[in-house]
């Protein structure tokens, strides 16, 4: 991938989606974020698309599965790799997000930044 790669921070966690920001700039990705999961949505669905989304599922107006759902079944964002962060650890969720296609899920609690840049660089790489 020889252009910079775009990661979008759908959030509503100030500390945590100011900390990722912070973390994933610094390692040289173009970050956009947002704090609700319809304005994610509609920037997810917006050119230039990301190349990979962070994903809160518990958020105003538009829950994270919801957003996950949508992403899936629009031809234009189906292929963007979602990784979930969630306070959630409940098999249920997990498993639900990883059959709507989510890439990867974590748990706030046990979210380490390097890792998750890890992984990032990871998915970024696998785009090509």
């Known amino acids: 991938m020889t252009r910079t790669p775009r990661i979008l921070v759908v959030e509503d966690d100030k500390f945590l989606r100011r900390a990722c920001e912070a973390s994933l700039r610094q390692r040289g990705f173009e ?39 949508a992403l899936r079944a629009d031809p234009a964002t189906a292929a963007i790799p979602v990784l979930i962060l969630s306070n959630s650890s409940r098999e249920e969720d997990k498993r639900q997000a990883v059959q709507l296609g989510a890439s990867g899920y974590y748990v706030k609690a046990n979210l380490s930044l390097k890792d998750l840049a890890t992984e990032i660089d990871k998915l970024v790489n696998a785009l090509g």
């Open 31 to 69: 970050v956009t974020s947002a704090t609700e999961g319809d304005e994610g949505l509609r920037m997810a669905r917006t050119e230039p698309y990301p190349d990979i989304v962070l994903l809160d599922l518990l958020m105003p107006k538009l829950p994270g599965i919801e957003v996950l759902r």
